[in-house]
């Protein structure tokens, strides 16, 4: 189950599934992507990506990878989608049972239902903060209820969500989106982000899943994704709103999803990985008082 290969490479003694407190779980799925296509190949570039990182975080005055970080092995790709969704509940349910964190990383962001599935079964009020520059919110896409343009539609059947940085979507989503009220933090409205995490806050419960898609940075700061957009979030808006919420909410797990790795920029991978990381010293350094 534990991978050879894991993230951040740091010394043995911290990447042992029984010594870790957190835990990467890679799902190198792709059966859905519309537009650019090596999805799959996300995973494995962010976890050799993370190899190069300085481990040191000068914003928390720690070394995050002294937590534990273990990696297991990539789930199998499978073509059935009911099957995979399974499998990554599965997966997830035994790192939570186990007491310990999880991050998925895809991978389409199809795959996110099952991580909620399995968190709700440890957290029932559990609700959602997307992060995206598309809505997602279509109910069914060229043929498939689990299509990675309906991800959110599928969250929403089961969870309370808010979605930031949204800045592409179909007619028919901006029809469901204003029948039922949803509550969108639209690109075109970020100001102060100060304000927007505020309020982002007060729309979401107790314990918080935070599911993000690559492309909700800008193409300018990350241009790997499988359908980028202008105008998206700055770097540091992503991480403003994100310490927010593992500030003030129990974050109880969170993926990373959508990266499409361009053997010609190689940054936007390093750039994934590094945000996975600030996450996790997040999680665990602001929580427990560490700033």
């Given at each position: 189950?534990q991978?050879?290969?894991?993230?951040?490479?740091s010394?043995?003694?911290?990447?042992?599934y029984?010594?870790?407190?957190?835990?990467?779980?890679?799902?190198?799925?792709?059966?859905?992507?519309?537009?650019?296509?090596?999805?799959k190949?996300?995973?494995r570039a962010?976890?050799?990506?993370?190899?190069?990182?300085?481990?040191?975080?000068e914003e928390?005055d720690a070394v995050?990878a002294n937590?534990?970080?273990?990696?297991?092995?990539?789930l199998?790709?499978?073509q059935?989608?009911?099957?995979m969704?399974?499998?990554?509940?599965?997966?997830?349910?035994?790192?939570l049972?186990?007491g310990?964190?999880?991050?998925?990383?895809?991978?389409e962001?199809?795959?996110?239902?099952?991580?909620?599935?399995?968190?709700k079964e440890?957290?029932?009020?559990?609700?959602?903060?997307?992060?995206?520059?598309?809505?997602?919110?279509r109910?069914?896409?060229k043929?498939?209820?689990h299509?990675?343009?309906?991800i959110?539609?599928?969250?929403?059947?089961h969870?309370?969500?808010?979605?930031v940085?949204?800045?592409?979507?179909?007619?028919e989503?901006a029809?469901?989106?204003?029948?039922?009220?949803?509550k969108i933090?639209?690109a075109?409205?970020?100001?102060?982000i100060?304000?927007?995490?505020?309020?982002?806050?007060?729309?979401?419960g107790?314990?918080?899943?935070?599911?993000?898609?690559?492309?909700?940075?800008?193409p300018?700061?990350l241009?790997?994704?499988?359908?980028?957009?202008?105008?998206?979030?700055s770097?540091?808006?992503?991480?403003?709103i994100?310490?927010?919420?593992?500030?003030?909410?129990?974050?109880?797990?969170?993926?990373?999803m959508?990266?499409?790795p361009?053997?010609?920029?190689?940054?936007?991978d390093?750039?994934?990985?590094?945000?996975i990381?600030k996450?996790?010293?997040?999680k665990?350094?602001?929580t427990?008082?560490g700033?």
């Amino acid at each position: 189950m534990q991978a050879k290969n894991y993230f951040t490479d740091s010394e043995s003694k911290y990447c042992v599934y029984k010594n870790a407190k957190a835990v990467i779980i890679p799902v190198p799925y792709e059966k859905t992507t519309t537009y650019i296509k090596g999805t799959k190949n996300a995973p494995r570039a962010i976890i050799d990506a993370s190899k190069k990182l300085e481990l040191y975080d000068e914003e928390l005055d720690a070394v995050t990878a002294n937590i534990g970080i273990a990696t297991l092995n990539p789930l199998k790709a499978c073509q059935i989608a009911q099957v995979m969704l399974n499998e990554v509940k599965a997966r997830c349910l035994s790192v939570l049972n186990d007491g310990k964190f999880p991050v998925l990383i895809g991978g389409e962001h199809s795959v996110s239902l099952g991580f909620l599935l399995a968190l709700k079964e440890k957290y029932p009020d559990v609700s959602v903060l997307h992060l995206d520059a598309h809505a997602d919110m279509r109910d069914e896409y060229k043929g498939s209820r689990h299509n990675h343009g309906c991800i959110m539609a599928r969250i929403r059947e089961h969870s309370s969500a808010v979605s930031v940085g949204i800045r592409s979507l179909s007619v028919e989503e901006a029809k469901i989106i204003k029948k039922n009220n949803y509550k969108i933090f639209w690109a075109k409205d970020k100001t102060d982000i100060g304000i927007w995490a505020k309020d982002i806050l007060a729309a979401l419960g107790k314990n918080v899943y935070i599911t993000l898609d690559a492309d909700v940075l800008d193409p300018s700061v990350l241009p790997s994704v499988g359908t980028p957009e202008p105008d998206g979030l700055s770097w540091n808006e992503v991480l403003k709103i994100v310490k927010a919420v593992f500030k003030k909410k129990n974050v109880v797990g969170f993926d990373v999803m959508e990266l499409c790795p361009s053997p010609f920029n190689k940054g936007s991978d390093f750039i994934t990985a590094k945000l996975i990381y600030k996450m996790l010293g997040y999680k665990f350094f602001i929580t427990s008082g560490g700033i």
